[in-house]
């Protein structure tokens, strides 16, 4: 997941139109028609994150850009409704879990609820469990409970965590006993705006933090990591699956285990987000360079990302496949995670109006390029 020194307030391939002496510039979004077989779900709002809800229609997704919230997505229908903040979301704040949070969002931290990673927690009935990162008036992992009983989906807010300073989150998993982790993706500087030299760099500068909810906070021992980005856990909670943003790379981290158990293995582009795929392995997106040059600098410091990069990882093996290598353009963004919607990859992005729909390629070969 990607860290912008500051909101999208545009879509991506904004055209600016000249219209004469004495006349006013007009912002026009990219038409959301195919772009050769890629296909759109627009109305979005940098789509950084997606979840699956399962045994539904829905996807939800975060919104990065300056508007904020969640959305609520159906894939059959290829359309998209508001989810927070909206007239039908509710605040009930489960003090007995989360008895450390100050209460529910105000002004403006709820009006532009800036969102990042997302997680889903698959409860009973239809009712999950919604984990959101947020960045505003406080650094924190915002709860909801998701009924998806009725159409459209609805959000209750159910309490909130605060993160310690200076940590900058960025990704969250669930943990089998009620806590979840989350990672330091940028340790957050003040006044400070933009990436740290220290992640552009390739160095470790993070790490990953587990909150349960009679502990609170503390570290994960042998996390240490270079931009730790998108975070996935093994079914049986003993490994973890991180993404390396700043020296590209992916880790797979023993959970519980000492000494800790790591292995790494370098990808070549800004892994972001992970997912765990229908078949067993972890789906990657992220970021890369043109040839797979590996730069530093640029307007942020992270290189020309003009790639949108999508592979699975064995995590027995840790042998990654090549999917998707797309170049972007106006209106294709650089991926940021990748999730299975039937026959296709949904990919969604940390700026633009839209998620992309990528047809799921046999034997693992790339998608037919944009025309």
Known sequence: ??????????????????????????AQAPSCEPAGEIRFVCGQDGPEDL???????????????ASGGLFAINTKEASSTRLFPSATAADRLDRQ?????????????????RTHGLYLKEGRRGVHTLYAVHHGGRESVELFE???????????WIGCVVAPDPVGLNAVVALPDGGFAATNFDPRQPGGR????????????????????????????????????????????????????????????????????????????????????????????????????????????????????????????????AIVNQPTSGSLSAATVAVQVGDELWAGSFRGDRIARYPLPRGGSQPPATK
Request: glycine share 16%; aromatic share 8%.
């Open 1 to 26: 997941m990607i860290a912008i020194s500051r909101p999208c307030a545009v879509a991506l391939g904004v055209v600016v139109l000249a219209l004469g002496v004495g006349s006013q510039l007009r």
């Open 51 to 65: 979840v699956v809800v399962p045994g539904s229609p829905w996807l939800v997704a975060s919104a990065y850009g």
């Open 97 to 113: 879990t989360y008895g450390s949070c100050p209460g529910p969002l105000q002004g403006e931290d709820r009006e532009h609820f």
């Open 146 to 156: 998701l009924d998806t009983r009725k159409t459209p989906i609805t959000t209750t």
């Open 194 to 321: 933009g990436f740290s030299a220290a992640l552009t760099a390739g160095e470790r500068n993070g790490e990953v933090w587990e909150w349960h909810p009679r502990t609170g906070w503390a570290k994960v021992p042998g996390s240490e990591a270079a931009g730790a980005n998108g975070i996935e856990l093994s079914p049986d909670g003993r490994w973890y699956y991180i993404a390396e943003w700043g020296n590209r790379s992916f880790m797979r981290l023993s959970r519980g285990k000492t000494p800790p158990e790591r292995q790494e293995i370098p990808l070549g582009f800004r892994v972001d987000n992970v997912r765990w795929g229908r078949d067993g392995m972890l789906l990657v997106a992220g970021q890369g360079e043109p040839g797979g040059a590996v730069t530093r600098g640029g307007g942020n410091g992270a290189g020309n990302l003009s790639m949108s990069i999508i592979g699975r990882i064995d995590p027995k093996t840790m042998t990654y496949t």
